[in-house]
């Protein structure tokens, strides 16, 4: 059965630096998301993208986020500078109607 | 604005014995409600939504609008059902989903 992919599974990175989390959807999917869950905290919706332009975003998507489906394959997330508050768990999932199929996430530390 | 409360962070059961993960929101609109699952070291997976009035693995959960609830519920609880357990709400003509904080239900062999 096919699954949503995402790399890597564990990132650690120093505050101000830039990351991208890359997640492969399943490959006839057409809507693809990414999530973050900070340690204790609910899954929370960072933003949707739809025919290759962001459909719908949360507050938390602010300038220094940003996502891209460069080849049309992958689906990446891209932190500008991140700041320690970054920190979470960042799922990615992917539908071809309502349900949505998650990745396994990747987990976040900004020192 | 959309809510999703779980006011259960924990519970724990016994084998055999009925379990009632509960769950209420709050949203103005016709909300689609989803109950996702998640196992030790596996990723986040529907284990049913409400229009679809599926039992799935024994459990069950009914859309009640008068108490906006969704509770999921199952008779007789098993060990494999210990997991983490996330009620998610779809706002009308959104695609993104609102997650409760999750329930840790620990079955007791």
């Known amino acids: 059965e096919p699954e949503v992919t995402q790399t890597p599974s564990h990132q650690v990175t120093q505050m101000g630096q830039e990351v991208i989390l890359r997640c492969v959807p399943i490959?006839?999917?057409?809507?693809f998301y990414w999530y973050r869950q900070i340690l204790g905290q609910k899954v929370e919706f960072l933003v949707s993208f739809y025919n290759n332009e962001i459909s719908e975003k949360s507050e938390i998507f602010d300038d220094q986020f940003s996502v891209e489906r460069p080849d049309g394959s992958n689906f990446t997330l891209k932190i500008r500078s991140t700041k320690l508050e970054d920190s979470a768990m960042y799922f990615c999932a992917s539908s071809l109607e309502e349900t949505q199929y998650f990745g396994p996430g990747t987990r976040l530390l900004v020192l | 604005a959309q809510r999703v409360t779980q006011p259960e962070k924990l519970l724990s059961v016994f084998k055999g014995a009925p379990v009632e993960l509960k769950c209420n929101y709050s949203?103005?609109?016709?909300?689609?409600l989803f109950w996702y699952v998640q196992y030790s070291r596996q990723r986040l997976q529907l284990l049913l939504r409400?229009?679809s009035r599926e039992s799935i693995k024994g459990f069950t959960a009914d859309l009640n609008k008068g108490e906006t609830s969704f509770h999921l519920k199952k008779p007789f609880a098993q060990e494999e059902d210990s997991a983490m357990y996330y009620c998610?709400?779809?706002?009308?003509?959104?695609?993104?989903?609102?997650f409760g904080t999750g329930t840790r239900l620990t079955v007791i062999p």
């Open positions: 409400h229009i």
């Open positions: 949203y103005s609109g016709s909300p689609e």
């Open positions: 998610a709400l779809r706002q009308t003509g959104a695609n993104n989903l609102f």
């Open positions: 490959s006839n999917h057409l809507y």
